[in-house]
């Protein structure tokens, strides 16, 4: 069985300071993993995978994640906060078959001026 | 490119009621999956279709149950509400490509509330 643990339900940033968002899965095959974002009132929308190509992911909105499988570890940065990233954020683990997925329970991240 | 769509936006029943909830794929995905995300907690995984077939089933009762139709919409019947059934219920496609890369693109979702 696949899991992901998020650590920290709630993450509060500077305007302009790192966002550092853990994820830690568990996975008895190699893993694919994803970031999601949830705005107030909308669906949620891919913000990277992983998908073995690369340890290092490039997302959108200037986010990326790094794939640590030393540490079971696809933790999502940002190098610095803008007042839109404020949203939930939702780490997840595909099941190596048609991409279904198991989601963490989430990080809302709350930006301040 | 239309993205997927749900309907209704917001629901409310009453214990007891059944609901519909009702998909339309992104164009060119023939695959979607059913999401229940109750507040403050991530989604959980309901079932997925596959060209018309159920294709996974999460750990949901029976009265769950869904259909996919040949357009590739989709919908979600739940009989018998109870009030932890008062979630966001999320619709997902997919190309259908069999592999665990399958990007999931999510509708806005839609509000039940069971009373």
């Known amino acids: 069985a696949q899991s992901v643990t998020q650590l920290g339900s709630h993450v509060s940033v500077s305007e302009g300071a790192l966002v550092l968002l853990r994820c830690n899965y568990s996975?008895?095959?190699?893993?694919?993993l994803f970031w999601y974002v949830q705005y107030p009132n909308q669906g949620l929308q891919l913000l990277l995978k992983?998908?073995?190509?690369?340890?290092l992911v490039k997302g959108i909105n200037g986010f990326e994640a790094e794939f640590k499988k030393s540490e079971t570890s696809f933790h999502l940065t940002k190098p610095s906060a803008h007042m839109r990233d404020a949203a939930e954020y939702f780490c997840?683990?595909?099941?190596?078959?048609?991409?279904?997925?198991?989601f963490g329970a989430g990080t809302q991240v709350v930006v301040t001026p | 490119e239309t993205g997927v769509t749900q309907s209704p936006t917001h629901l409310i029943k009453t214990r007891g009621q059944q609901v519909t909830l009702r998909c339309s794929s992104q164009?060119?995905?023939?695959?979607v999956s059913w999401y229940q995300q109750a507040l403050g907690q991530g989604p959980q995984f309901i079932f997925q279709?596959?060209?018309?077939?159920?294709?996974g089933r999460g750990n949901f009762p029976p009265r769950f149950s869904g259909l996919q139709f040949p357009n590739y919409s989709s919908e979600l019947n739940v009989n018998a509400l109870e009030l932890d059934d008062s979630a966001l219920y999320l619709c997902?496609?997919?190309?259908?490509?069999?592999?665990?890369?399958?990007?999931?693109?999510f509708g806005p979702g839609t509000r039940l509330t069971v009373l």
């Open positions: 996975s008895s095959v190699p893993p694919y």
């Open positions: 279709y596959y060209r018309e077939e159920e294709n």
């Open positions: 997902a496609s997919s190309k259908g490509t069999g592999g665990g890369t399958d990007t999931q693109y």
């Open positions: 164009s060119g995905h023939n695959t």
């Open positions: 992983y998908t073995s190509a690369a340890t």
């Open positions: 997840a683990v595909s099941d190596n078959s048609w991409g279904k997925l198991q």
